[in-house]
């Protein structure tokens, strides 16, 4: 009898699920404002695994992206320790170990499409061929193919978002950060692009973490769930989405049982978190 050949790989080579990629241990941020201190983050501890698709949801002012620019060494913690692959913040800036995705596009006008997703292969030095390779690779990855040479103010706010997930992409990151990238787009778009992005995740198994408002967003994309409390924001609870719904997600899901339990522990979390007065 033959042996039965193993699944394909689910991720690229040299992913190795299971993996540390980020370390966060007794965060601690107070921003020093003007006149009074500002805690935003109190004692947050997480650890995100290779392939991980971690949401962070929780309540305007929490810390949500003050955790994620301390992961990406926009900010220096007062408190506490963050390793991102083993290295600091900022080695593994230095190494462009994760790819920003901010809550605006913030693409250049005056650049075409390719030319902004090619920007940081410019400044990394690579040449010039090279660079749109991978620039057209990363544009057809996101649904973009036959846009390079349009400029931003072209496309849609929801293709714009799409070109700056292709920009973060095309130095290769370990790790993609991504900060309420679809909180300005309609609903209908966002399902799409929630669509797009577990396809995305799936086929690249990046590990991913993402900052959202939206319940129904958080269960659909996440292995993870991080709920977080208001200001200063700590950790309330984190969800398993892995064990109960299925790694190929499609967005009839959201009217399971499983989805809808989940949705409900998610809501009840934020809720408790609310009793808490700053
Ligand atoms: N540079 C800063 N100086 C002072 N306070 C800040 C600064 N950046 C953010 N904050 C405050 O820290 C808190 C957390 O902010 P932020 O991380 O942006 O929250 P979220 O992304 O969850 O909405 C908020 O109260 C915000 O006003
Ligand atoms: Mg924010």
Redesign the pocket.
């Given at each position: 009898m033959t042996a039965v050949p193993p699944p394909a790989p689910f991720a690229e080579p040299g992913a190795e699920p299971g993996r540390t990629i980020v370390d966060v241990r007794n965060l601690t941020l107070t921003y020093q404002a003007a006149d009074h201190p500002v805690y935003a983050l109190s004692d947050v501890s997480l650890s995100i695994a290779q392939g991980d698709f971690i949401s962070l949801i929780g309540p305007s002012g929490c810390g949500?992206?003050t955790l994620m620019r301390v992961i990406a060494d926009l900010e220096q913690p007062t408190g506490g320790t963050v390793l991102v692959n083993g290295m600091t913040p900022e080695q593994a800036r230095l190494k462009r170990a994760y790819g920003y995705v901010f809550?605006a596009p913030a693409l250049y006008p005056w650049r075409t499409v390719e030319r902004n997703v090619t920007l940081p292969l410019e400044i990394m030095g690579i040449p010039r061929g090279e660079r749109q390779t991978r620039a057209r690779e990363q544009l057809e990855r996101v649904g973009l193919a036959g846009f390079e040479r349009k400029f931003p103010w072209q496309l849609s706010g929801g293709m714009q978002q799409r070109v700056s997930i292709a920009r973060a992409l095309a130095f290769n990151p370990d790790l993609l950060l991504m900060?309420?990238p679809f909180g300005a787009l309609d609903e209908i778009t966002r399902d799409h692009l929630n669509l797009q992005l577990t396809q995305l995740w799936r086929r690249t198994r990046k590990t991913c973490v993402f900052?959202t408002h939206s319940i129904a967003e958080a269960v659909f994309l996440s292995t993870r769930i991080v709920v977080m409390s208001p200001r200063p924001g700590r950790i309330l609870d984190v969800i398993d989405c892995a064990r109960d719904l299925p790694p190929e997600r499609t967005l009839d899901i959201r009217e399971s049982p499983e989805f809808q339990r989940i949705a409900h522990r998610v809501r009840e979390g934020l809720m408790e978190g609310h009793s808490y007065d700053d």
């Open positions: 949500k992206t809550q900060d309420e900052v």
